[in-house]
């Protein structure tokens, strides 16, 4: 029988998908269902001194108006964060304002409309201060924060050289806030029963959302359920619990009532995190060859007065090239702006466009080629913590990607390339991302009719989650993919982390694997212990089963037939997996090479990407056509990072003034050009037990830079500051 793991299988979920029959967070139709509007802030700094809501309690269809002058009650403050993905919550507690857009009250009305109405005719009164949300002259007050998800803010590894280097770049880069905009619109559904609560929200975590809304009121974690069976795009965003899933249950409470309540565009903008602004100081020194003495990587971002999120652009820069001294260091502003958190690959997306733009510069300064000064510094183990790779084929991404792209024919000079009048630029830039494993768990059922059912809690963003666990689940118990239904979303299921850091192939597929495999093999023992069984007596280790059917020296029983002998209504195993020594022992990440052609207009500086090669190492590919979706996803997303993304904050009020898709440029297909993406074939023996690396977020990884580099080749011109608009070029 054919393996299923790596095939090209559509989308177990697509016919759902494409005939609306997906239900999302917000399309739950529950009996009596009322709606929720929030009310939030026209200020980023200030002091509420009154909430008038007389006409709003009194507009039609009004079921409740909560405030900071009736606020709703919880057994812990939502202020205190508890987990490690916790957010701050503003819910309704005080009357402090910090941000723009933080919810000051909450109306809960029989219908949509009616609740729009009467949040408007909320008036709330301020005590207003000047708010603090210039980063660049705030940035004197920034702070070390004292660890980045358990890692240091700071290291200098190495030993400071003594050669005098041959060329040298110290340049700063910036990349601006930047949204996460997931199609699907934050949302949650809540409904009470007695002291149970069940959530239907649009996170990436459902467990950790029932713990702290377990947390705030004061329930057992098992009073708590929460359903997320399909999410329209997350990209962080939905990775913490924000105000609105608390307030939601807070609502739902106060009117007995099952509440929705979903984000309006321009509130996402400002309530549920964002990717901060980054400024980056890269300095490297090398030697007429090219081999670098020095890499320093320092950046700085804000983060919000009362909550901290560092974006940590200088990981990389730790582990990506070897040496003789890496220096990084992270630093915060703390300003009236929502906490920033995690956004499409954080750090990696913003570090490797100031440290790729670096390198292409010291390339220049250099005469070296790109791709020469990346092989000359190659780092053949983890330069930090000196272990090996656990596999690396970063060699041959270069190598297959060059090639396909055609980088031998490449003219170095900036401004040598020409069609006609149009200027032609040829970029590249490294990929990387650490590859993250989580405990997990998952059960896994065989039913009489000789299907399984294997279910994992999990979450699937959109990304195929439930088609690959299902190809895993299927080679390991024998089954085609089409006998094996796999289900998700639902903290009644067994236990596993957020969606997030890239981890969830490798952390649920791992534990999917080692459960369908211990199921399997239970049903093997069953059948040779079994005297009736025409396996009976055989080697365990000898028996196959394909197709459904235990196979061992000419003879064979279905899994079905072998259940109804035995009389058994099912077969069940539920086993957890996580990582082990293994991560003591290797360093762990994928990595890729990124090549792009842009033209450029001489005259309006117009920038259009026209090709894209990609080549990636990342193990062991699960499902070639969702892979390369992954992948040509985040290229995408890259280019909308380079040429187009900017949440721009108006100075005087704090507020995010992009705060719709109108004015918050994302590309569309005309800006995309054919992807090319191709999997280096890797085998990885050490990371997990499918083999398999995260490969969610290292798409976008080194794409700002290799168009940056593209621009410059095609014009002359570096521009450090994303993203690469036309004005830029022109003033340059
Ligand atoms: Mo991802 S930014 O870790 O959801």
Not at 269 to 287: D, N, S, Y
Not at 338 to 349: I, L, M, V, W
Not at 475 to 497: I, K, N, S, W
Not at 515 to 535: C, F, H, M, N, Y
Request: glycine residues 8%.
């Amino acid at each position: 029988m054919d393996k299923s793991v790596g095939k090209p299988l559509d989308r177990v979920d697509g016919r759902l998908k494409v005939t609306g029959g997906a239900k999302y967070s917000a399309e739950y139709p529950l009996e009596g269902l009322v709606h929720a509007v929030i009310v939030t802030s026209t200020i980023a700094s200030g002091t509420i001194t009154r909430v008038d809501s007389t006409a709003a309690e009194k507009a039609p269809g009004v079921l409740a108006v909560l405030s900071p002058e009736k606020p709703p009650k919880f057994a812990l403050d939502p202020s205190k964060r508890v987990g490690f993905m916790d957010r701050t919550v503003h819910a309704l507690q005080h009357k402090r304002v910090d941000y723009q857009h933080q919810p000051v009250a909450l109306v809960i009305a029989d219908t949509i409309e009616r609740a729009t109405h009467a949040a408007a005719l909320v008036k709330v009164q301020y005590k207003v201060d000047k708010p603090k949300v210039n980063f660049k002259t705030a940035k004197s007050q920034a702070y070390k924060p004292a660890n980045i998800l358990g890692q240091p803010a700071d290291n200098d590894h190495g030993k400071a050289s003594t050669e005098k280097p041959a060329a040298e770049v110290d340049a700063t880069y910036t990349t601006p806030y930047e949204h996460h905009n997931p199609m699907e619109p934050h949302a949650t559904t809540a409904v009470w029963e007695g002291d149970r609560l069940t959530v239907y929200d649009a996170t990436q975590g459902v467990f950790s959302t029932r713990d702290r809304l377990a947390q705030l009121f004061g329930l057992p974690a098992e009073n708590v359920r929460v359903i997320t069976k399909f999410i329209g795009g997350g990209f962080g965003g939905k990775g913490s619990v924000w105000s609105h899933v608390v307030l939601a249950a807070a609502a739902a409470k106060a009117v007995s009532r099952p509440v929705k309540l979903v984000l309006r565009r321009d509130q996402m903008f400002a309530m549920v995190g964002f990717r901060p602004e980054t400024e980056q100081r890269v300095q490297l020194q090398a030697r007429k060859d090219g081999k670098l003495l020095l890499v320093r990587h320092e950046t700085v971002n804000p983060t919000s007065v009362f909550d901290e999120f560092t974006e940590p652009s200088a990981f990389q820069t730790r582990m990506l090239y070897a040496s003789e001294r890496i220096v990084t260091a992270h630093r915060l502003v703390k300003l009236n702006v929502g906490t920033p958190t995690f956004t499409r690959a954080p750090g990696e997306s913003t570090g490797t466009f100031a440290l790729e733009s670096a390198l292409d510069e010291l390339a220049y300064k250099l005469n070296v080629d790109p791709v020469a000064l990346r092989l000359v510094n190659h780092a053949d183990q983890d330069p930090e913590s000196g272990h090996p790779w656990s596999s690396k084929s970063l060699k041959d991404c270069y190598r297959v990607a060059a090639e396909k792209f055609g980088w031998s024919k490449r003219n170095p000079a900036p401004g040598s390339m020409k069609d006609g009048r149009t200027l032609v630029g040829w970029g590249m830039a490294t990929a990387t991302y650490p590859t993250r494993r989580m405990p997990a768990s998952a059960k896994a059922t065989l039913l009489p009719d000789g299907t399984a059912r294997v279910v994992s809690g999990s979450q699937d963003l959109g990304t195929g989650a439930y088609t690959v666990f299902t190809q895993i689940a299927a080679d390991a118990l024998g089954l085609p993919p089409d006998r094996v239904r796999f289900d998700l979303g639902d903290t009644q299921m067994p236990e596993t982390p957020v969606t997030g850091g890239s981890w969830t192939s490798a952390t649920v597929g791992s534990a999917v694997k080692v459960t369908a495999d211990a199921l399997r093999e239970k049903a093997i023992a069953l059948a040779v212990a079994d005297a009736s069984s025409p396996l009976h007596g055989a080697d365990p280790k000898k028996v196959q089963v394909e197709n459904g059917e235990l196979v061992s020296g000419g003879k064979k029983e279905s899994y079905a037939a072998l259940l109804k002998r035995q009389k058994l209504p099912s077969l069940e195993v539920q086993m957890s997996s996580g990582p082990g020594e293994e991560v003591q022992k290797y360093s762990m990440h994928a990595f890729g090479a990124q090549f792009a052609e842009v033209r450029v207009d001489p005259d309006l500086g117009q920038v259009r990407v026209s090709r894209w090669v990609g080549a990636f190492g990342a193990g062991t590919i699960l499902n070639e056509k969702t892979a390369r979706n992954q992948i040509m996803g985040g290229i995408v997303m890259g280019i909308g990072m380079a040429l187009m993304e900017e949440a721009v904050l108006d100075e005087r009020t704090g507020r995010f003034i992009t705060h719709d898709l109108a004015d918050y440029h994302v590309p569309v297909n005309p800006d995309v050009p054919d992807i090319d993406v191709t999997f280096v074939p890797e085998t990885d023996p050490y990371i997990n037990a499918i083999g398999a690396k995260g490969i969610g977020e290292i798409g976008i990884t080194g794409v700002a830079a290799a168009i940056a580099n593209a621009v410059y080749h095609a014009t002359g011109k570096r521009i450090r500051n994303l993203p690469l608009t036309l004005d830029k070029l022109l003033t340059t």
